[in-house]
């Protein structure tokens, strides 16, 4: 069956825009994850979602961030007035349950210029 | 919330050799999974073996197993006949209920 996909996979954004990640969890996943991985880093959670509801954002670096998955099934990664500091892959996972194996789409590769 | 150390930047092995990636983990949870994924090139993470903190057999799958020794807070990985499709980074990672924590990895080369 098909796995997490992303898009875009590589993204370049000018310092200041406003970009917008995609996940398409595996179907029938409840759980869905945002990580942001840093180069040479390992991924660090950024928020999680059961089905539509948001039950933690903590990882969020900032407000300029936002997530959201209005229906249960795709996710979108909102970055807003983008910074350098913001350049790196995201990563998108899901699990049948929470504390599941997370499985893990390609990542969207950001370079902030 | 998990702590999770990787003490090996990078490790080799000989192909057809076994090899042991090592992770310390540090948590006050009394139930807790850990897990190890690998990470290609090509940047995607692919889940290799989990093993449930009150689970008292070593996980195993395939040429993976994870050394479970809990008393020392660690979860080794073993590769046994590696290959040299192997070459990648290792990432151990671990969680209670939903939040995992990520170590920063290990490169493994497999040299032919």
Redesign the interface.
Known sequence: GAGVSQSPRYKVAKRGQDVALRCDPISGHV?L?WYQQAL??????LT?F?NEAQ??KSGLPSDRFFAERPEGSVSTLKIQRTQQEDSA?Y?C?S?LV??G???????T?LTVT | AQK?TQTQPGMFVQEKEAVTLDCTYDTSDQSY?L?W?KQPS??????LI?QGSYDEQNATEGRYSLNFQKARKSANLVISASQLGDSAMY?C?G???????????TLLTVNP
């Open positions: 759980s994850f040479g880093q390992g991924p660090e959670f999680y059961q039950l933690d892959v990563l996972a699990s929470a504390d194996e997370q499985y893990f789409g390609p990542g590769r | 999770i999974g897990f994924y090509s940047g995607e993470m692919i889940f989990y990432f990672a969680g209670s209920n939903y939040k995992l924590t990520f170590g920063k990895g």
